[in-house]
């Protein structure tokens, strides 16, 4: 019976360790996607209590209008391989 259960134990062990493995293959595929320059160009905010009553507005942005309706440039941000980054907002 001893001897079931260490084997159970260890095959339990061994496929968490795999599946750990994978989420990290995962996560790493995903950091090096990320890396290099990103502009938000476009924006949808969806405020379900607008001015503290019960009617909803949407506000939309998209990358022909976004300098005049954000009173900025598009945001740009940068992804390093060293997991830092940084985001620029200038008008």
Do not use: Q
Request: aromatic share 12%; hydrophobic share 35%; net charge positive.
């Amino acid at each position: 019976m001893k001897s079931k259960s260490l084997l159970y134990f260890i095959t339990l062990v061994f496929f968490i360790s795999c599946h750990s493995e994978t989420k990290k293959s995962e996560n790493e595929e995903l950091r090096s996607k990320i890396i290099g320059e990103w502009r938000s160009v476009s924006m949808t905010l969806n405020m379900n209590s607008f001015r503290n009553s019960d009617s909803s507005k949407v506000f939309e942005v998209s990358e022909a209008n976004w300098e005049s309706r954000m009173n900025i440039r598009p945001i740009r941000t940068i992804f390093r391989n060293n997991h830092t980054y940084n985001t620029e907002h200038w008008n």
